[in-house]
């Protein structure tokens, strides 16, 4: 009598005698997400494998995405698919060979998950803005600042940071009087800021970076701007308000 041998159990002898030891497990898996455009990396072995990302929103089951299925890349750009952004996501990347075979033979593929969910709202970076100086008067300096431009788009708008995070955004103006080391910081709610408190006729020098106090400290403050200086309007104190007091004082003894 001859054994009989199902089809899962032939299925089962190919991937041993055929993959089996063979197939690469991806490695070094990384989120890399910047202005809420987000990647995930990895690393492979040269081979003839290609990979298939799948991801899931907290507890939910796994979802597919038909732009990183059998690819022979080593990263899958997930930004599309992560909505809403202010979830944690979580990646698994699956081992495939060139031709097809059945699902529950996939299973028996190398899967390499993330070691750890991922949120694009509290953990995309931010890049660093421009802005322009334009002093007020002689003792404030107001300060244009240009919300950088996301990878989100609504329609044909591409969303801007200020567009994704609406009043949790703030921007952290650091600024200092040219030739002195001293730093002031000042926190704006809004894209135009006015930093008052200036000496007349000096130069100030200033550099910016957006401010997200909501979220985890290691990515609340975005990438700091170029540092750019420039004069208040009038006439400076030749000489240091002590050195004045103390003249003003020998005016008074005479």
């Not at 020098?205 to 004069?231: D, E, N």
Request: charged fraction near 25%; aromatic fraction near 10%; proline fraction near 5%.
């Amino acid at each position: 009598m001859g054994i009989g041998i199902n089809m899962r159990d032939q299925a089962f002898w190919y991937f041993q005698h055929c993959y089996e030891g063979a197939a690469p497990k991806a490695e070094n898996v990384r989120w890399v997400s910047l202005d809420f455009k987000t990647v995930l990396t990895w690393t492979v072995k040269p081979s003839v494998y290609t990979y298939s990302v799948r991801f899931s929103e907290g507890d939910s089951d796994w979802r597919e995405t038909l732009d990183c299925t059998k690819v022979t890349d080593s990263e899958c750009d997930l930004t599309n698919n992560l909505n809403p952004l202010d979830r944690d996501y979580t990646a698994d990347i699956i081992t495939e060979p060139l031709d097809a075979v059945d699902d529950y033979i996939l299973e028996e593929f190398p899967h390499t998950e993330t070691e750890r969910p991922f949120n694009p709202y509290k953990e995309s970076n931010i890049s660093a803005v421009e802005f322009t100086l334009e002093p007020l008067n002689e003792s404030t300096m107001i300060v244009n600042i240009t919300d950088p431009l996301s990878s989100i788009h609504v329609g044909q708008k591409q969303l801007t940071i200020r567009d994704v995070l609406k009043k949790d955004l703030k921007y952290k103006i650091s600024y200092h009087k040219s030739g002195s080391t001293g730093k002031r910081d000042y926190i704006s709610n809004t894209s135009v800021a006015e930093v008052s408190k200036l000496d007349a006729g000096e130069n100030y020098c200033f550099m910016v970076a957006a401010y997200i106090p909501s979220r985890p400290k290691a990515t609340q403050l975005g990438a700091w701007s170029v540092q750019q200086c420039h004069s208040t309007p009038g006439h400076k104190d030749i000489l240091p308000d002590h050195k004045v007091r103390q003249l003003e004082r020998n005016s008074l003894n005479l």
